[in-house]
């Protein structure tokens, strides 16, 4: 079976919808620990690779260089929602840059967040690129290019040396070639790589734990990861899974979104990376297949999970405010 | 297998998603003509059902004592977007009636339609029940209950007079006893009956071609059937493919969308019922499963298909205005 049955969505206690998906847990060595459904499928991993092309950002000097902070360094690895605090740090940063959000290649857009959405709306303003989710994302390749002296112009495309760069360093990461698969282009202009679901969940698990890596490699790692763990809610935002999973486990797990359903998590002190694809590519069963994933590995705690209880079994509810049903974790997928 | 691949979703031509469903064409006598995954299983047909439970709302002669419009009756049978037109309707309804926007039993809510949402939003405006895509409905069943003298309070409650007349109603058409199956409540409050697809695409064929029940109740079908024909923008909106189908087709199909990727179509002309569940309740894969299955019946000409297009193989858009991908039937899953 290319996938399987991870979460069912039900209605007062009747199975209405069904989310079927493939998962897979690596260690830094690249060993397949765990694996559910068809792992060598080519997936397409989208923002779930920003953690791991911000090395760069670090690696080449440009984040000292620039005196980025913990905040910058975090939105660089982000896919943010686009809240005060996540618009004010980007501007702040391409300001202190001497450029400006027309330099960003993304697209304008609205805040994900949809508070902050509404009330950009009713405050008569419009979307625009600095609240895209993957502004930080290019604000940092923008850092990098100016330090390195490579234009700035075009830095989204597949041939800009910058992008180059990011693609040799994701190789070694995956252990593989990946100018052997397809690719498309993204959301936000960058090049959609592929990759196996198994490559992606062994790159994760060397950013996890990168002691095979080149020293300078590995302390930009350490350097990424130590951001990320100071500033959770610049990792995503308030109430996200990826943000509320670095605070509530204290940086033991640092989980990573990517549209289309993908949902990747490093664990640094196991070394471990999980990476996880949703079939239909919707976002609502992956933070439920990644907890109980993490529950299975022992990876949280009693009091881990209360506090997550919220992106274990969402509740839903109706327009009425009566909770109708709930997302779960399907039982046949993961014993105990 | 449960499921069935139905519809891909593309990047650059590499399959990034994928939507499982199961799909059911039946004729008026309860025929299946074709099938395809588990039609046996119970599923929530949501919305699916309101041109079935609108039956009463003729039937009972009260839209012939309030003279109702074409209009107004194709609300009663709509999931519609809440567009101006929308609202003017339901809000002008209520008034005739006696009655305001508090006595529908749906929760407040901002229009499914995004550019009427944003309107209302940049007015200072907030979500309101009217707005509710459940509106029409509601405003149906009220006029029943007044026609019928019964209560107005609680009307949306499953022990309420005028819910176990259209639960009998139901039963009918489906050609089963729905109440040996488990009950939920919907978005809007309404009872959320559930039953085997196989079950629902056979109440629509009846809708379809009602000529085996009771001429009162046959009559009252075809009612239905003219006004959702004759005013195809109230039974859905602008753009959605349920309008557009019917438009395109001349009411030769007449389709109804269903919360958690539930869609119908009823095909007069041939007396048939077409129900499609996408098990992951995604919205988006629907349209493509239908057209395909339309398709495959040979119900659709080439100047429709041609018309259709953008719900045949929806093209998939980035931030910067690219066409990055599109949303197509799975190559395997029907013959040519």
């Not at 199975?15 to 493939?22: K, L, N, P, Q």
């Not at 935002?237 to 670095?246: F, I, K, Q, W």
């Not at 919707?282 to 590995?297: E, N």
Request: hydrophobic residues 40%.
């Amino acid at each position: 079976m290319s996938y399987e049955l991870f979460v069912e969505v039900t209605r007062n206690s009747t199975v209405e919808s069904r989310h079927f998906g493939a998962a897979v847990v690596c260690d830094h060595k690249g060993n397949v620990l765990e694996s559910w459904g068809d792992v060598k499928r080519l997936i397409f991993p989208r923002s779930a690779l920003k953690p791991l092309l911000a090395i760069d950002l670090v690696n080449s000097g440009a984040s000292d260089h620039y005196a980025l902070s913990d905040a910058e360094i975090t939105m660089a690895c982000a896919s943010h929602q686009g809240e005060p605090m996540h618009q004010e740090v980007v501007a702040a940063w391409l300001s202190r840059l001497g450029l400006n959000e027309d330099f960003l290649a993304c697209g304008p857009d609205l805040p994900d967040d949809i508070e902050s959405a509404r009330k950009l709306l009713v405050s008569g303003q419009q979307g625009c690129r600095v609240y895209h989710n993957c502004s930080g994302k290019h604000a940092g390749f923008l850092t990098t290019a100016l330090h390195l002296d490579m234009p700035l112009e075009d830095f989204h495309l597949v041939d800009h040396p910058l992008q180059k760069l990011s693609l040799d360093g994701l190789c070694e990461l995956a252990g593989t070639d990946l100018r052997q698969y397809p690719m498309g282009i993204d959301g936000c202009g960058f090049p959609a790589i592929t990759m196996p679901l198994v490559n992606l969940a062994q790159a994760v698990a060397r950013f996890a734990k990168p002691t095979d890596l080149s020293d300078a490699r590995m302390q930009s790692i350490y350097r990424l990861q130590q951001a990320i763990i100071r500033e959770p809610l610049y990792a995503a935002g308030h109430g996200t899974v990826v943000s509320e999973l670095n605070q509530v486990t204290k940086g033991a797990v640092l989980a990573k979104t990517g549209a289309e359903g993908v949902l990747t998590a490093a664990l640094p002190e196991q070394g471990l990376g999980i990476a996880i694809k949703i079939s239909d590519g919707g976002s609502r069963a992956r933070s439920t297949a990644l907890l109980a994933i993490l529950d299975h590995l022992g990876a949280l705690s009693g009091e881990e999970k209360n506090h997550l209880q919220a992106h274990i079994t969402p509740k839903i509810e109706n327009s009425r405010g009566l909770v109708v049903g709930e997302i779960h974790p399907a039982r046949s997928w993961l014993p105990g």
